[in-house]
């Protein structure tokens, strides 16, 4: 595994450098500060709670959401605890202030002449509203009180110094929506942000899917440093031709008692901007994504560019231990790592990956790394994957006979 790191690592670093990516994050800004107990800004009790935050879910004395916060709840999978026998999932939260102060007219400006916008075009203020997930203030160490289920209270977090918080607790069904339940936050009059998210409830065994985002399903222009910034920011987001269609298809197939995993290698600052496109276009599912950019333009980029396929094995491993026994079709394109990944974890659990496919980008030459796209990268990711487990294919339609002979032998 470790070569094939190696290997997909070395693309990267080539796709970076014949792009420009070094350069167009240079000219980016990055909004992190230190958070630091000395500063006069803060009171005593203010200190206290930053020097604890660095113990994360630990923390003793979390801070609790105040009315001029945004908090993200994201949306989930719940799984049988083999032990126990009981559902439960992992709740993610998130938790930053509402302002984003002057930092604002910064990063829209740095942006725009990044895309060469003059200054009355009408995309400045997509580019502002679109933007302001990347420069608001995190607020580490702070607890998030939910209700699940309408009835089961729990409470996510202290988030960690990133805002963040994960946790793996009791999931409650509904006797009026048994397979996806509802969670709202508990949080005072002022607060804003995604104050709703759904938990899928899937059975330890049939099928499932995980599927790349960026130029799987949503156009990105992942290879391109311009491309990233425009789709992001300007861009109304549109789905890969013919992939939702696709994807309705595969729910025909496998029933909707079938959990979806969309992981992406783009940040968590990009959530919600991700789930109404996912809404939009494509069946509901579990939304992973990285969470090591807040407060940084120049991470949305090399978020997707640096170190994607370890960190898509590292999160495929972690949806394996909770279903081992699921059936698994795997879908990404050409432009990162995912044949190495899904290669990976087709060799780590046998019989686990049922069928690979890989969208071939066509307009890859035009961005730098033809090798991208030869047959020679797909023989080594997929090196001792059967044949008939992995296909490239640049016209989704092809992929439905595929799909459909391989879940009708393994039924």
Known sequence: MAASFAISDDMQRRTRKECGFD?????????????????????????????????????????????????WLLDNTAYKNPQTGKWEAEFVSAVFDQEASSRL???????????????????YAT??????????????????????AGSNLLKLGPGGRNGISSDVKSAEKTADHPEIAATFAQVPNGANGVLMMKTFFA?????????????????????????????????????CPGMPELYKYIVSLIQDTSPFFYLSASPYNLYPFLRDFRERYYP????????????????LLSSVTLGTEQY???RMTKIHEWFPKRKFICIGDSTQADPESYGNMYRKYPGWVKLILIRKVTDIAAL????????????????????????????????????????????
């Open 23 to 71: 350069k167009a994050e240079a000219d980016l800004p990055t909004f992190a500060k230190s958070f630091k107990p000395s500063s006069p800004t803060l009171s005593a009790k203010g200190k206290l709670g930053d020097i604890l935050s660095y113990l994360g879910s630990r923390n003793p004395l979390p801070r609790q959401v105040a009315a001029d916060d945004t908090v």
């Open 105 to 123: 007219v910064d990063a829209v400006t740095s942006v725009a002449k990044k895309l060469d916008l003059g200054k009355n075009d009408a995309s």
């Open 127 to 148: 580019i502002e509203e679109r933007i302001q997930p990347f420069i608001q203030d995190i607020r580490p160490g702070t607890q998030v009180k939910v209700l699940q």
């Open 203 to 239: 059975e330890p065994e049939g099928w499932s899917v995980i599927s790349d985002i960026d130029d799987t399903i949503k156009v990105t222009m992942t290879s391109d440093p311009i491309g990233i910034l425009r789709s992001t920011f300007i861009d109304t987001p549109q789905p």
């Open 284 to 299: 509901h599912g579990t939304i992973v994504l990285r969470d090591s950019s807040w407060m940084s333009l120049p991470g």
């Open 312 to 314: 898509k094995t590292d």
């Open 368 to 411: 730098g790394i033809e090798a991208k796209n030869e047959p020679e990268r797909f023989e080594k990711a997929f090196k001792d994957v059967p044949r008939e487990r992995w296909h490239v294919f640049e016209d989704a339609a092809e992929c439905k006979a595929i799909i459909q002979k391989m879940v009708a032998s393994e039924s």
